[in-house]
């Protein structure tokens, strides 16, 4: 199995610009979470999913858009690029009732 | 979900057992105590969780007092892959919660050769 599988790897936008990271996973989990992470600083949960066509905002959603068409993806978008948008991005997987998140390798993204 | 305090740093000598500390006080009844680790760079890994009993997997020993206040996870033979940030979690949901986990900063834990 794959896993949470995140592209692109790394990224650089310029101030304004639109894109879209994004997150895949084959292990049929329907739980699935965007976090970003500041350097030197723990996770931040931006949204989740709890299943094909539902999401909700976690604690920092500003500036971000996402969509779960599917079961297995779940990309996030970003419209009009910030450099406080500048952060590494990681998409997470679960399953109700399972052991714990499984994890990407992460997006870093710069935005100049 | 309750708030965790743990140690920002920890040194821990190559081959010996590294107790990681954490601190829950105001954790409910319901709860369980989760560990994730991130090793530089890389995505966070889950580690180890419970409720009440001690849980031990192929990874670490979760020791979880009678209080439920604190815990430790114990990493019984330390290498140098176990450098990394250690992240004590709280929540209510055993799956690791549908709607997020609140990660805080960790303790960066350091095997010295």
């Known amino acids: 199995n794959a896993g949470v599988t995140q592209t692109p790897k790394f990224r650089i936008l310029k101030i304004g610009q639109s894109m879209t990271l994004q997150c895949a996973q084959d292990?049929?989990?329907?739980?699935m979470y965007w976090y970003r992470q500041d350097p030197g600083m723990g996770l931040k949960l931006i949204y989740y999913s709890v299943g094909a066509g539902i999401t909700d905002k976690g604690e920092v959603p500003n500036g971000y858009n996402v969509s779960r068409s599917t079961t297995e993806d779940f990309p996030l978008r970003l419209e009009l690029a910030a450099p406080s948008q500048t952060s590494v991005y990681f998409c997470a997987s679960t399953r109700q009732g399972r052991n714990g998140y499984t994890f990407g390798s992460g997006t870093r993204l710069t935005v100049v | 979900d309750a708030k965790t305090t743990q140690p920002p740093s920890m040194d821990c000598a190559e081959g010996r057992a590294a107790n990681l500390p954490c601190n829950h006080s105001?954790?409910?009844?319901?709860?369980?105590v989760y560990w994730y680790r991130q090793i530089h760079s890389q995505g966070p890994q889950y580690i180890i969780h419970?409720?009440?009993n001690n849980e031990t997997n192929e990874m670490a020993s979760l020791i979880i007092t009678e209080d439920r206040k604190s815990s430790t996870l114990i990493l019984p033979h330390a290498t140098l892959r176990d450098t990394a940030v250690y992240y004590c979690?709280?929540?209510?949901?055993?799956?690791?919660?549908?709607?997020?986990?609140?990660f805080g900063k960790g303790t960066h834990l350091i095997i010295q050769p």
């Open positions: 105001t954790i409910s009844g319901n709860e369980y």
């Open positions: 292990m049929n989990h329907n739980y």
């Open positions: 419970g409720l009440k």
């Open positions: 979690i709280v929540s209510l949901d055993s799956g690791g919660g549908a709607d997020g986990l609140t």
